[in-house]
């Protein structure tokens, strides 16, 4: 073990080769040859924009990440009638490969699902957690973009409908032990997804709070609606 990880350090880039410099394509008048290609970002952490990344494309070339959330920001819908309720606007943002496990990402995401904009900005102020940057950052971008591309007149106006996690790129190092052994390390990335609407927050996100009498009348409804099975 020891000789493999003396071997390993021993290793070093091969320099350029002094004549490689001067390796150029004949025919340097095309625009599209005289162009350097695009200097990718430093940052493996990609907007809505660029699918997938540097971080995919760095290692897996046909991984793109996920590209289908931002499909139905895409959706043409039917014209309405007049006596119909106009349909409320939205859009679909996500952050991907975010240096962060998703577990923990999790608790922000369920934290500020169901508020208004103004309210979960606010909030993620106080939350002392690395991944609520980039959930604050996020939501800003998906306010913005309801803004200047999806036609909302106020950018207060927008609640927080969706708001979840799912697990992006898991990279497994190496991590030496006592007496030549060795462990493995994972580090772990995520995806965070996030859908405004057009509107004022519902009262009750979730399920509306019952009372202890108000529970026992559901109770004892589904007791008596009870059905042995092969019975008369």
Request: one cysteine or more.
């Amino acid at each position: 073990m020891h000789k493999v990880i003396r071997q390993m350090s021993q290793l070093r880039v091969q320099p350029q080769l002094p004549g490689a410099a001067l390796l150029k394509p004949a025919n340097t008048s095309s625009p599209h040859l005289s162009q350097s290609p695009p200097a990718l970002p430093k940052s493996i952490h990609t907007a809505a924009g660029a699918a997938g990344g540097t971080l995919c494309t760095k290692w897996n070339k046909h991984n793109y990440g996920p590209r289908k959330w931002l499909e139905y920001n895409k959706t043409v819908h039917p014209p309405q009638e007049p006596e119909e309720e106009p349909r409320k606007a939205y859009v679909c943002h996500m952050r991907t490969n975010i240096k962060y496990s998703p577990d923990k990402m999790w608790y922000i995401a369920a934290f500020v699902r169901g508020m208004s904009v103004d309210e979960a900005l606010k909030q993620l102020n106080f939350v002392l957690k690395k991944g609520a940057t980039d959930v604050r950052e996020t939501i800003l971008e998906a306010q913005e973009m309801a803004v200047q591309r999806h036609n909302v007149e106020y950018k207060s106006n927008l609640w927080i409908a969706e708001s979840f996690v799912g697990k992006g790129r898991v990279f497994k190092g190496m991590r030496r032990h006592a007496r030549g052994r060795f462990g493995t390390v994972e580090y772990k990335h995520c995806h965070y997804f996030v859908r405004l609407e057009e509107g004022n927050p519902p009262e009750h996100y979730y399920q509306e709070p019952q009372t202890p009498e108000q529970q026992y009348e559901h109770w004892l409804e589904q007791m008596r609606s009870r059905k042995i099975i092969n019975s008369l």
